[in-house]
């Protein structure tokens, strides 16, 4: 990982068109401004790791699970 | 017609009907095409099958067949990236997950959305807390 110290109102620039600056720091937290493409998909790491797994894992399912899936989905459309 | 070669055997599939995700699903960036394929059990189960890698597939549900409130703005870029003016143009689903003790959960925090006029796809992330990627949606003993 590259490691760079950087103080309040410097920045970083990640390509030619990513800029990330140091906005505050307060109480341990730092808070940063992003500049990006709007087509660049921006997340905090926890949650996007927590996405990518729900996503790996929701491939795992088995053909014989359908049945049983909407056999239970289905009952409880009933019970709305 | 063209032919995919997946984990639940050889499908059939119209080329025209292929659904591109823009940016790919999270974790499966490189996996651009999928196509829905009919559930045998009930219509209202999709399954969404990549064309690049035959060993991945999702299920997917209208999350508001079991949380009728679910709903969340949608962003500007979003939008330019579906080429969707409007909300009501596009389909919301979510991803299920079954886990290895048969319950089953629902991806609030992460729903698919499609713009059936462009077949264009995406996947959004919710950073709202009350949105869980693992909703209860019942399982074996429920």
């Given amino acids: 990982m590259l490691v760079l110290t950087r103080k309040v109102g410097e920045g970083v620039r990640i390509g030619d068109d990513i800029l990330i600056r140091i906005l505050e720091e307060k109480d341990g937290r730092i808070r940063i401004g992003i500049e990006a493409p709007r087509e660049q998909r921006i997340y905090r790491d926890e949650i996007y790791t927590r996405i990518q797994k729900e996503n790996v894992e929701a491939t795992q399912w088995k053909p014989d699970d359908l049945r049983r899936l909407s056999k239970s989905l289905f009952r409880k459309d009933q019970k709305e | ?21 823009v940016q790919g ?39 508001t067949r079991y949380f ?30 079954v886990h290895q003790d048969q319950s089953i959960t629902l991806n609030l925090a992460a729903p698919v959305l499609i713009a059936p006029s462009t077949h264009l796809a995406m996947q959004i992330v919710l950073e709202d807390p009350k949105y869980s990627t693992r909703e209860p949606l019942g399982g074996a003993n429920s």
């Fill in chain 2, 1 to 21: 017609m063209s032919t995919l070669d997946t984990r639940f055997g050889t499908i059939a599939y119209d080329p025209e009907q292929t659904i591109v995700f």
């Fill in chain 2, 25 to 63: 699903m999270i974790g499966f960036e490189h996996l651009k095409h999928f196509v829905t394929v009919p559930s045998e059990e009930d219509d209202f189960l999709i399954c969404l099958q990549s064309v690049e890698d035959g060993s991945v597939a999702f299920l997917l549900v209208d999350p």
């Fill in chain 2, 68 to 97: 009728p409130n679910y709903s969340f703005p949608i962003a500007e870029d979003v939008k330019a990236g579906l080429q969707s003016d409007s909300m009501k143009d596009l389909v919301v689903l979510c991803t299920i997950t």
